[in-house]
């Protein structure tokens, strides 16, 4: 039988804190989804094709009508409902408002943009959400059981003019650039769409916490992490067996990067982070992948000069990505077409060998 | 499959609801007169007016929505298939008279406005049609006013210089748009303001303060001066101005689209069997109007036995205006029920699949009841059949008829839909007009007060004739400055002696401003005169307007249970028996010991302030207004139902929706 899961344990997971939200910021997130399914698309006629028609062509104007509705409409009767729930996150009730305004004006945003386009008043169906699906089941080679995944709300949206789906939520308790969920969304749309998709582009994550943060991930870049990340889910459900590295198959090409980890902690001991390789590398698509394990609370404040610097040590031609996921580091390089060389420097302390 | 009743249904309530079926040969004679004077109207360039009369449930309502249905359509997306613009084939506008006689003319009024904006077939709505045809008529290429018209709601581009010295086609256009309107004022003597309206509405400019402005004529005094409008003298009496707003439209609307006004449930104007004044102003009404336009239909209903009524309280010569052609809807002979039985059946589609190939064309119904029923009432009226045909299609269905629900349990059921739909919808700006026809009938019912008519007080919008002598009532639901001209009037009435007893009510929602001084100032002085703010909740304001909807059904004999018509004496007997104490409080608050004097300003500060925040921390209210956070709590405490209060820590106090918990 299949061990299961709600999505906000999932969530925690991936956190690099660990700590579930409370059930009352979860609730938030999930009436902030209800309140943008009822004004952005579910049904022929979302909310906003109503209030719309009879209003002047200005910008502000749209954003202030659609914000009053949602107040009226949306956030009012949803307040009123589940009071009491909400009573001890009052405070987070007042970010949750100020993201469900920002959340029009950036609809009403991409509906003007969309008018000013066409020149005609935007018709319904422009903000076309796509639904996951609401259980997922998970299995993975070494697993002692299954992973049931339930309590899925999340979707992806595909919004006026932009090519690539998007997904959008409120994100009232995290910071960093959301890698976490983007990897979460990608694995939920890979196991609600299991044919193959393609694996280049971006995933779009747009955060209301509550101010608008747009970040675009790619998607390549998310397929690396999917393994750690079904590690996390694993671990979360206690279905790894005891000892199990991350990465499994000690006879793969993986032994052959090893000392390529090592170099790693020893230039990440220069930036006075004492860190260590977990596990084996992962490898896909021409490029390795660390994960590195770094003391509790510790994050790279510098990333983009950590790869500056691991490029010219390692004399990559790009820099390799480093990106920090539930408290781990990872650092994928690229080693596609070309063999890596490289050689011990002198003066460097060996602890690492 | 899931088969629905097809007989559910047996009410009509308003001339826009789709008929869920229609048979034509039902009540031909009487639609074919109106379609016979709607030509009549056309050719001769004046107004005519038809006293529609039946029976309770003989299809009134239903043959309003078939004259609609025939005169404007389904309306449907063709806009991009017309090479030139064409006229509306009517304005229709349809109006339940469920209003107090003093504010009559407004309530058409604001029917008006909402009708105008119903969508035509041509996806346009009435007015902006009617708008387009009339300008290219004054252009050689008519269809020059379509492309001006689509051009001028696109976005603005902006201008290259290498464009510089080209004609700019949107400015062009919206010259010659200014030009058009100021010749179709000089035709049609629309006024300043309508003219303003139109220019914008044409211009693509303002749509929902157009929409506002016809709708009470009045806005907010920066929107009025944006939009270039001028405030009404405030000595012109408002159901005059409302009358003439409904007179310039008729003229802007030429021969070619003449204006058709129905008044249905005209019984409900009388607030007690005793009361003349409703029926008589809307005689008034009538005859206005037919004198004063020369393009209306006016289609009025009203049940037969309620003819002699109309007779003896409508004064003779607008009594001959207003019937000055009748058609009486008949009962239904037993051929007309034979074929309204089918089409009704073949209204859902998953009977109409089932009755494929039978051969009785009554199936599942037996043709020897339906005969039975019809041999057994002669005075057979559509809704009494259908009524019948529900129970005998459950019968065929479960084997028995429904269970009989008490009238209690109907009457309950139906002022609980009735609330949550009053309250779901409720507004500030019906305010006026709820309190203006329900007050007088939960007075009455309570034994309060009756209504009394005396022009003399212009600022009183109700006088009763109470224990303690007379009861003024003005509503200041008004912002800006009509508001503080109103109070100051109320202010110079009083204290010169001129009114006493005087109640201001000003709607609970509406917060005066911290910045309307002069109001303040006014209303401080005139409570110091012992003059009582009364503020109606939205809830109570809900349970009213539910009332006075419910007895308005009963009265014009909307309101049956099973065929079986209800009459006001249950309705009001029920809604005594179960009067909710929103509406206590606010009858109490009436009553001289009862009332509370004074204004809490704090009150007004904090609702100007949630409405503009609507979730606001109750440290950081406290600081925008100045105020300890002991006292707005206080305050908060005080009226929830306004405010919402989420304990936290931190305390954050939200603003209530009314209907918003029925929502959710």
């Known amino acids: 039988m299949a061990v299961y899961l709600t999505m906000p344990q999932v969530r925690a997971a991936l956190l690099e804190s660990g700590v579930e939200q409370r059930p009352s910021t979860q609730l938030l997130a999930r009436l902030f989804i209800e309140v943008m399914d009822e004004l952005l698309g579910q049904g022929r006629s979302p909310h906003w094709t109503a209030i719309l028609g009879d209003e002047d062509l200005d910008r502000e104007r749209w954003q202030q009508r659609l914000i009053e509705h949602a107040y009226r409409q949306c956030v009012a009767p949803r307040l009123l409902r589940q009071r009491a729930a909400l009573d001890p996150a009052a405070k987070e009730v007042c970010l949750f408002w100020e993201a469900v305004q920002n959340l029009c004006i950036w609809s009403v945003d991409s509906l003007w943009e969309r008018y000013r386009a066409r020149g005609r008043v935007p018709e319904a169906g422009l903000f076309n959400k796509i639904g996951l699906a609401k259980d997922l089941e998970l299995h993975e080679p070494g697993w002692t059981d299954a992973v049931r995944i339930t309590d899925i709300r999340e979707a992806l949206w595909l919004t006026p003019g932009a090519e690539s789906y998007c997904a959008i939520e409120l994100c009232l308790n995290t910071d960093g650039e959301g890698i976490e969920q983007a990897c979460l969304y990608r694995l939920l749309t890979h196991a609600s769409y299991p044919a193959p998709r393609a694996r280049k582009g971006m995933l779009r994550l747009i955060s209301f916490s509550p101010a608008r943060q747009e970040t675009a991930i790619d998607i390549a870049r998310l397929d690396m992490l999917q393994r750690h990340v079904k590690h996390l889910i694993g671990r979360a459900a206690g279905v790894l067996p005891a000892g199990l590295p991350v990465s499994v198959d000690p006879a793969s090409a993986a032994h052959n990067y090893v000392n390529l980890g090592k170099m790693l902690v020893e230039i990440l001991r220069n930036y006075g982070i004492e860190a260590s390789v977990a596990g084996m590398p992962a490898i896909e698509q021409g490029k390795v992948q660390f994960l590195i394990e770094l003391p509790p609370g510790i994050r790279v404040t510098q990333p983009e000069a950590l790869a500056d610097d691991i490029k010219q040590r390692l004399r990559l031609k790009t820099p390799p990505l480093i990106e920090h996921v539930a408290g781990h580091l990872f650092v994928s390089l690229e080693v596609r077409a070309r063999p890596i060389f490289f050689f011990w420097p002198t003066g460097w302390t060996s602890s690492a060998k | 499959?899931?088969?629905?009743?097809?007989?559910?249904?047996?009410?009509?309530?308003?001339?826009?609801?789709?008929?869920?079926?229609?048979?034509?040969?039902?009540?031909?004679?009487?639609?074919?007169?109106?379609?016979?004077?709607?030509?009549?109207?056309?050719?001769?360039?004046?107004?005519?007016?038809?006293?529609?009369?039946?029976?309770?449930?003989?299809?009134?309502?239903?043959?309003?929505?078939?004259?609609?249905?025939?005169?404007?359509?389904?309306?449907?997306?063709?806009?991009?298939?017309?090479?030139?613009?064409?006229?509306?084939?009517?304005?229709?506008?349809?109006?339940?008279?469920?209003?107090?006689?003093?504010?009559?003319?407004?309530?058409?009024?604001?029917?008006?406005?909402?009708?105008?904006?119903?969508?035509?077939?041509?996806?346009?709505?009435?007015?902006?049609?009617?708008?387009?045809?009339?300008?290219?008529?004054?252009?050689?290429?008519?269809?020059?006013?379509?492309?001006?018209?689509?051009?001028?709601?696109?976005?603005?581009?902006?201008?290259?210089?290498?464009?510089?010295?080209?004609?700019?086609?949107?400015?062009?256009?919206?010259?010659?748009?200014?030009?058009?309107?100021?010749?179709?004022?000089?035709?049609?003597?629309?006024?300043?303001?309508?003219?303003?309206?139109?220019?914008?509405?044409?211009?693509?400019?303002?749509?929902?303060?157009?929409?506002?402005?016809?709708?009470?004529?009045?806005?907010?005094?920066?929107?009025?001066?944006?939009?270039?409008?001028?405030?009404?003298?405030?000595?012109?009496?408002?159901?005059?101005?409302?009358?003439?707003?409904?007179?310039?439209?008729?003229?802007?609307?030429?021969?070619?689209?003449?204006?058709?006004?129905?008044?249905?449930?005209?019984?409900?104007?009388?607030?007690?069997?005793?009361?003349?004044?409703?029926?008589?102003?809307?005689?008034?009404?009538?005859?206005?109007?037919?004198?004063?336009?020369?393009?209306?239909?006016?289609?009025?209903?009203?049940?037969?036995?309620?003819?002699?009524?109309?007779?003896?309280?409508?004064?003779?010569?607008?009594?001959?205006?207003?019937?000055?052609?009748?058609?009486?809807?008949?009962?239904?002979?037993?051929?007309?029920?034979?074929?309204?039985?089918?089409?009704?059946?073949?209204?859902?589609?998953?009977?109409?699949?089932?009755?494929?190939?039978?051969?009785?064309?009554?199936?599942?119904?037996?043709?020897?009841r339906i005969a039975e029923f019809m041999d057994g009432n002669p005075a057979c009226t559509p809704r009494q059949l259908i009524s019948f045909c529900e129970d005998e299609f459950e019968k065929w269905r479960h084997g028995q008829a429904q269970p009989a629900t008490s009238l209690e349990e109907f009457l309950t059921l139906q002022y609980t839909l009735e609330y949550g739909q009053a309250l779901r919808s409720s507004h500030s700006h019906q305010t006026d007009e709820t309190l203006a026809h329900g007050l007088p009938l939960v007075l009455a019912l309570l034994g309060r007060g009756k209504q009394v008519v005396d022009t003399g007080h212009k600022y009183a919008d109700l006088i009763f004739e109470a224990d303690a002598g007379r009861l003024y009532i003005s509503f200041c639901n008004q912002a800006g400055n009509p508001l503080t001209a109103r109070l100051a009037k109320l202010r110079e009435a009083v204290e010169q002696g001129r009114i006493a007893n005087l109640v201001v009510v000003r709607d609970s929602r509406l917060a005066i401003s911290q910045h309307a001084k002069k109001a303040q100032e006014h209303l401080d002085a005139l409570t110091q005169r012992e003059v009582t703010l009364l503020r109606p909740s939205a809830e109570g304001l809900a349970a009213i307007e539910a009332f006075r909807s419910l007895l308005s059904d009963a009265k014009a004999g909307d309101l049956a249970k099973r065929g079986e018509g209800i009459g006001p004496g249950a309705v009001e007997e029920w809604f005594k028996a179960h009067l909710p104490p929103s509406v206590a409080d606010l009858a109490d608050g009436l009553t001289p010991e009862r009332r509370l004097i004074g204004r809490e300003a704090i009150y007004d500060e904090l609702l100007e302030l949630v409405q503009q925040e609507r979730i606001v921390r109750l440290d950081e209210a406290a600081e925008r207004l100045h105020r300890d956070a002991e006292t707005i709590a206080a305050c908060v405490a005080g009226h929830l139902d306004q405010f919402g209060i989420l304990q936290g820590p931190p305390l954050v106090i939200f603003e209530k929706v009314a209907g918003a918990e029925s929502a959710a």
């Open chain 2, 1 to 368: 499959m899931d088969i629905i009743n097809p007989f559910a249904q047996s009410i009509v309530t308003d001339a826009w609801q789709a008929p869920q079926s229609d048979v034509p040969m039902i009540h031909a004679g009487v639609f074919e007169l109106c379609c016979e004077v709607l030509e009549q109207v056309r050719r001769s360039g004046g107004s005519r007016s038809v006293l529609l009369h039946g029976l309770p449930g003989s299809g009134k309502t239903h043959l309003l929505a078939r004259v609609r249905t025939n005169l404007n359509g389904v309306p449907n997306d063709m806009a991009a298939t017309v090479p030139v613009p064409l006229p509306p084939n009517v304005l229709f506008i349809a109006v339940r008279l469920r209003s107090g006689a003093r504010m009559l003319c407004r309530h058409l009024r604001r029917t008006l406005a909402a009708d105008l904006f119903r969508p035509t077939r041509l996806g346009m709505s009435q007015l902006e049609q009617l708008l387009l045809y009339r300008l290219a008529q004054f252009l050689k290429d008519r269809k020059k006013a379509q492309k001006w018209w689509i051009d001028l709601r696109q976005p603005q581009k902006p201008r290259r210089w290498w464009l510089f010295g080209k004609t700019d086609e949107a400015g062009r256009a919206k010259q010659e748009i200014e030009a058009m309107i100021e010749r179709l004022d000089e035709q049609a003597a629309l006024g300043r303001n309508l003219s303003a309206i139109l220019r914008h509405l044409a211009l693509g400019r303002h749509r929902r303060n157009v929409r506002d402005w016809l709708h009470d004529g009045v806005l907010p005094d920066g929107v009025m001066r944006d939009l270039g409008l001028v405030a009404a003298p405030e000595d012109e009496d408002p159901e005059e101005q409302a009358l003439d707003m409904v007179c310039a439209v008729s003229r802007l609307a030429d021969s070619s689209t003449p204006l058709v006004l129905c008044f249905d449930q005209v019984e409900a104007l009388q607030t007690s069997p005793d009361d003349v004044e409703g029926l008589y102003a809307f005689g008034r009404m009538v005859s206005s109007l037919r004198d004063k336009t020369r393009n209306t239909l006016l289609l009025s209903c009203v049940q037969t036995a309620f003819l002699d009524k109309l007779d003896e309280i409508i004064r003779g010569a607008d009594m001959d205006r207003l019937a000055e052609k009748a058609g009486l809807l008949k009962p239904l002979s037993v051929e007309e029920a034979k074929r309204l039985i089918p089409v009704r059946l073949d209204s859902a589609p998953a009977v109409a699949k089932m009755r494929k190939g039978q051969s009785n064309k009554l199936w599942p119904l037996k043709p020897n």
